[in-house]
């Protein structure tokens, strides 16, 4: 295996060391190309790290990979802790015997391929939900039948005692997410506190032990599509780990509403009387929206988390670190203080900062798991609290190159903004944009004549789009911050058609975008890059 770049710090040295540094690339696993309407953890995957590894890149940023619900959301997943069933390959289930060519065939007749750098019209979750979630299960099915009598390995190593390990070491999340994913099936929907029988709401024990008999098949089913994605996954990180690519993850502040985590644990968040959720979560009005951001995730109660010794949070982080090599923590500052809205406010204007667990948080995270490999998503309003809390656990902050140029007027720029790339430090996270931003190339082509000229200026570039998010491109690269990531749109110097989601929306635009052809001559020009800056 090719020894993967370390990520501890030397102590800086005599004149001419230097500190290490690194550049990666952003894509999500849903925006792989490939034939069955979604990104997933095949051929295309593999691909994907080879040409990384072309490019000299070290570092993949993905997203969250749970398992999706409404609004498709990676950060507003049905569960913290198990995989997104869409993202299997069917290609390796195939491979494994569990899938027909014939099978393989049909399902990929549903979609229409993609050509170029934009692969159709995007992830269409409700017909990739319709035609995979059936031929997956069917898989499934397939799996116990041949496993009971175990005359079946599949593929990546496993087999029916496997499976078993499997479910037993992974019981304390597994076994309800099963019966979720049963119950949101048989519901139609996932709104366990509005939808569901209210016993079974109320995880009434007598209501649970009957359903959990009914259903017992189809409970199995789902513990089997967790175990594909586990082998499946595992191997994607093997082979990504040895090109030399260390696994960037992500894990969301908070859970869904409609989650097994907060049907599972109700206590740990905040709740009316009545049992419904007293306050969500959010943020105030912001570069995003006038109106800030309604996310709706229920709100912790950070006591009860305190007085459990935040094993939930432990065993979330713990699954997390088994399946990446590092992890940017989105929203950092509410574990600091968080913007809690009334409940049943149509927009996040109306909330509060509410204190979050602080520094115990992790000292005790720290103290079970050990130093935590993060980079901290600090974006937005920061107080000294916040920036203290970042520093003192030494975890590098993020910087997005757009927002240096956010009091842009008239092609007047503030060159001390600390967004600006001359005046990013180590250890920081560079950034031409997230997933929330729009691409550099689109970014750019919406700036006024004044303003696409000082900001052409600044990274002396001709004033043509795809060429200047190459400029920022470059300026990241040769910046002092320790980590400099791109979202692959920015490296096919693509538009705004490209984007990957807009914040406050909830369109079917949003988190569907998929990479088609990479133009021949991105990985040497990129390797250059990576080259001259010694990244």
């Not at 979560?281 to 800030?292: A, N």
């Not at 989105?330 to 909330?351: L, S």
Request: charged residues 20%.
């Amino acid at each position: 295996m090719k020894d993967l770049k370390s990520p501890v710090r030397p102590v800086p040295g005599p004149l001419y060391e230097t500190r290490p540094r690194y550049a990666g690339v952003l894509l999500p696993v849903t925006s792989l190309p490939g034939p069955y309407g979604i990104g997933d953890l095949g051929t295309e995957a593999r691909a994907f790290a080879d040409f990384l590894s072309a490019a000299g890149a070290s570092l993949w940023q993905i997203l969250p990979l749970g398992p999706t619900g409404y609004g498709n959301s990676p950060y507003a997943a049905h569960s913290s802790f198990a995989g997104n069933e869409l993202l299997l390959s069917p290609e390796l289930l195939a491979a494994d015997g569990l899938l027909t060519n014939r099978e393989l065939t049909e399902l990929a007749e549903r979609f229409s391929p993609g050509t170029g750098e934009l692969s159709g019209p995007g992830v269409d979750y409700g017909l990739v939900r319709a035609e995979k979630i059936p031929r997956l299960k069917k898989a499934a099915r397939r799996f116990l039948a041949a496993a009971r009598p175990r005359d079946l390995r599949i593929s990546s190593g496993g087999d029916f005692d496997d499976f078993n390990r499997f479910c037993r070491a992974q019981a304390f999340w597994l076994d309800d997410y099963a019966l979720f994913q049963v119950l949101h099936t048989a519901y139609g929907d996932a709104r366990w506190h509005t939808i569901w029988d209210d016993a079974l709401a109320k995880r009434d024990p007598q209501a649970l032990e009957k359903i959990q008999n009914e259903k017992a098949s189809e409970i199995l089913e789902w513990k089997v599509l967790q175990y594909f994605f586990e082998r499946q996954w595992m191997a994607l990180r093997e082979y990504v780990n040895s090109r030399g690519i260390r696994i960037i993850g992500d894990v969301p502040i908070f859970a869904a509403p409609d989650s097994a985590d907060s049907w599972t644990h109700t206590g740990f968040f905040c709740t009316g009387p009545d049992g419904k959720y007293s306050v969500v979560s959010g943020v105030p009005p912001d570069y995003f929206s006038p109106t800030g951001q309604l996310w709706g995730n229920p709100v912790y109660n950070w006591e009860k988390l305190r007085a459990s010794g935040y094993q939930w949070w432990i065993d979330r982080i713990r699954r997390l670190l088994s399946q990446v090599d590092m992890f940017r923590i989105d929203h950092f500052r509410g574990f600091v203080e968080y913007w809690a809205v009334p409940a049943g406010n149509p927009t996040a204007e109306r909330g509060a900062w509410e204190k979050g667990p602080g520094e115990d948080f992790f000292r005790v995270l720290t103290k079970e798991l050990g130093q935590l490999p993060v980079l901290a998503e600090d974006l937005g309003f920061m107080t000294e609290e916040v920036r203290a809390l970042r520093d003192s656990q030494g975890f590098p902050g993020m910087k997005v190159c757009q927002f240096g140029f956010e009091d842009m007027k008239d092609g007047i720029l503030d060159s001390r903004h600390l967004f600006l790339p001359h005046n990013y430090g180590y250890p920081w996270a560079a950034y031409s944009g997230t997933h929330d931003n729009d691409t550099t190339a689109g970014w750019y082509s919406a700036l006024g004549d004044a303003d696409k000229k000082t900001a052409a200026a600044y990274f002396n570039c001709p004033p043509k789009a795809g060429e200047f998010a190459w400029g920022m491109i470059r300026a990241l690269m040769a910046s002092h911050a320790e980590y400099a990531i791109f979202p692959m749109q920015d490296l096919l110097g693509l538009g705004s058609e490209a984007r990957i989601n807009t914040p406050g929306t909830c369109g079917r635009e949003n988190w569907s975008w998929r990479l088609g052809t990479i133009k021949a001559g991105t990985a040497p020009r990129f390797a250059s890059l990576v080259s001259l800056y010694g990244r």
